[in-house]
């Protein structure tokens, strides 16, 4: 009976120019046909422009640095070097020096194979501190973040919408990655990521989280944004290197403040 409860469900929703999509944890919702194969359209051509879909899922791990310099005070300008290693699916490691400002030195592993997220801090007794707390999945985020297809995590493309900013008009389509949902803004000419607004589930025009993107560059033959910005913060520039050879080691042991940045590279 209730099979065909279902059916009729579908079919009525179907008639209506929609269908439920699933958004894990129980979470559905209806969405517009049209819309959804626009979207499919829309993530084709983006996926095209960054690279390919074959490229993307080869990728296997992937670095970024950051170094750059920024306010301390009104006065005072100081380095912060960012390195971060992502290994596929869910490992990473990450060095964030902000000194001599009050964010300090931290370095944090997360290995969710092994339960290890581990944060050290230098002059702290208490380092290396393992956190006890439950990890959370950053998989969604990352991949969303930095529109990387991989066997790991599909992200599904369900909404397409334009809209304008200031002077200029983006391709918008909305996607999800499990329980997170993302607008992507494409330039309609490139179709390349120029913004993404991470939003809720509950009102998916309220948005938590933006980035914007600019310069991109090829590494590999992967497109990606030599700069980008936080909210309405400054721009940031990065260098992105794919399928690194790294230390497995790092996502084994403790992280060290001694190890220094380059602590995630193959000993000779």
Do not use: C
């Amino acid at each position: 009976m209730m099979g065909w409860v279902m059916v009729y469900f579908l079919l009525l929703s179907f008639m209506l120019g929609g269908f439920p999509l699933a958004l894990g944890s129980g979470t559905t919702m209806s969405v517009d046909a049209s819309s959804q194969a626009d979207a499919e359209e829309l993530w084709e051509k983006a996926i095209a422009a960054k690279g390919g879909r074959e490229r993307l899922h080869a990728i296997r791990s992937v670095l970024i640095t950051k170094d750059f310099k920024y306010w301390v005070t009104p006065f005072k300008r100081a380095r912060n070097l960012h390195v971060t290693l992502v290994v596929l699916p869910d490992k990473s490691w990450s060095w964030d020096d902000y000194r001599p400002g009050k964010l300090g030195l931290r370095v944090k592993m997360i290995n969710p194979e092994r339960n290890y997220n581990w944060l050290t801090y230098p002059n702290d007794p208490k380092s290396p501190r393992r956190l006890t707390h439950t990890i959370e999945p950053n998989l969604p985020f990352f991949h969303l973040r930095e529109m990387i297809e991989s066997p790991w995590l599909q992200i599904v493309p369900f909404k397409a919408t334009s809209q304008r900013i200031k002077s200029k008009t983006f391709h918008v389509v909305y996607v999800r990655a499990g329980d997170w949902v993302a607008k992507y803004y494409l330039d309609t000419k490139t179709f390349l990521l120029a913004r993404i607004e991470f939003v809720t589930l509950s009102d998916m025009e309220k948005t938590w989280e933006t980035y914007q993107f600019f310069d991109y560059v090829e590494v590999d033959g992967i497109q990606v944004p030599s700069k980008y910005r936080v909210g309405d913060s400054a721009k940031i520039a990065r260098v992105y290197q794919f399928n690194v050879e790294y230390d497995p080691g790092i996502f084994e042991r403790p992280p060290s403040v001694e190890a220094g940045p380059d602590a995630w590279r193959v000993k000779r």
